[in-house]
Nanobody, 120 residues
Framework: QLQASGGGLAHPGGSLRLSCAAS????????IGWFRQAPGKEREGVLCYSSSDTTAHHVYSVKGRFTISRDNAKNTVYLQMNSLKPEDTSVYYCAAGQFCSVYVGGFDYWGQGTQVTVSS
């Protein structure tokens, strides 16, 4: 299973770090992706960290602001979000799959989601 945490309220320009802790499967063998879903919108892939130590950005608007990192010893993936904007407001989900993908269907396990709200 996956447990996402670290969401909350941030001001525009602020930062948050999300964590995704995994258990119950061989973490090293899986890509871990972060997705987000705003009210009334489809879930979109944001960033992904593959099992072969490569990363993929799926949303152009977060480039230069969001970074993903992985600690296999702790079975945890992090999403560092800087220079937050109101449009980053969403529920953020982490997911595990064989490969990085922008498609929700490409992932086998999902966390419960953590709310990120960016507002002044």
């Amino acid at each position: 299973q996956l447990q996402a945490s670290g969401g909350g309220l941030a001001h525009p320009g602020g930062s948050l770090r999300l964590s995704c802790a995994a258990s119950g499967f061989t973490f090293d063998d899986y890509a871990i992706g972060w997705f987000r879903q705003a009210p009334g919108k489809e879930r979109e892939g944001v960033l992904c960290y593959s099992s072969s130590d490569t990363t993929a950005h799926h949303v152009y608007s977060v480039k230069g602001r969001f970074t993903i990192s992985r600690d296999n010893a702790k079975n945890t993936v992090y999403l560092q979000m800087n220079s937050l904007k109101p449009e980053d407001t969403s529920v953020y989900y982490c997911a595990a799959g064989q490969f990085c993908s922008v498609y929700v269907g490409g992932f086998d396990y999902w966390g419960q989601g953590t709310q990120v709200t960016v507002s002044s």
